[in-house]
């Protein structure tokens, strides 16, 4: 198994600002601000194709494994059905071979992204070379490693450079 891991934000990295404004994604972010719960649109949502596509390149090229650091790890998809957000993200055209054998990041109802990063971390029996993406600017504020955020504009999404930024951090 990779010891390289790549915590993954789903909002501003692969469900780019631009992408909420396609025909398709238009009614159901309307739909979500007027109170539809996002585990009922969540799914309907289609990520940025461009932006999978750079994400897959990261994957490929520096053998990390992803693990959801996203709000969205906290919503279950499909109504009764419950599902796993890992399950969401296969169907909307990511790899499950991408993903940590522990996919998902803790969470606690009070904690910042940071700590529940901590906590993951914590939880592996092996040393672990990480970095986060994510648009959000002060998510690793108080860490004494902020070289290990790279991150995206929320308009653009992953893109050429943040490719670029995490194959030059982990040299490969």
């Known amino acids: 198994m990779s010891n390289r891991v790549l915590f993954l934000d789903l909002d501003g990295v692969i469900l780019p600002g631009r ?10 972010v309307e739909a979500f601000r007027q109170g539809t719960p996002l585990a009922e649109v969540g ?8 932006c999978l596509e750079h994400l897959r390149r990261i994957v490929e090229r520096s053998n ?4 959801v650091i996203s709000t969205w790890r906290k919503t279950f998809f499909g109504g009764d059905k419950r599902r796993c957000i890992i399950d969401v993200l296969v169907d909307k055209g990511l790899s499950r071979d991408w993903f940590h054998e522990h996919p998902v990041a803790p969470y606690k109802m009070t904690s910042a ?3 529940e990063i ?4 914590d939880g592996q029996s092996e040393d672990v070379d990480w970095l986060l993406l994510d648009d959000d600017v002060g998510v690793l504020n108080g860490l004494s490693e902020p070289a290990r955020h790279v991150q995206t504009d929320f308009e653009q999404g992953l893109s050429d450079r943040e490719v670029e930024q ?3 951090y982990w040299r490969c």
């Open 43 to 50: 799914e309907q949502l289609q990520f940025a194709p461009d």
């Open 166 to 168: 995490i194959v030059t």
């Open 64 to 67: 990390c494994k992803l693990v």
């Open 118 to 121: 901590l906590f993951w971390l």
């Open 19 to 28: 992408a909420l404004h396609t025909a398709h994604n238009a009614p159901l």
């Open 113 to 115: 992204k940071v700590h």
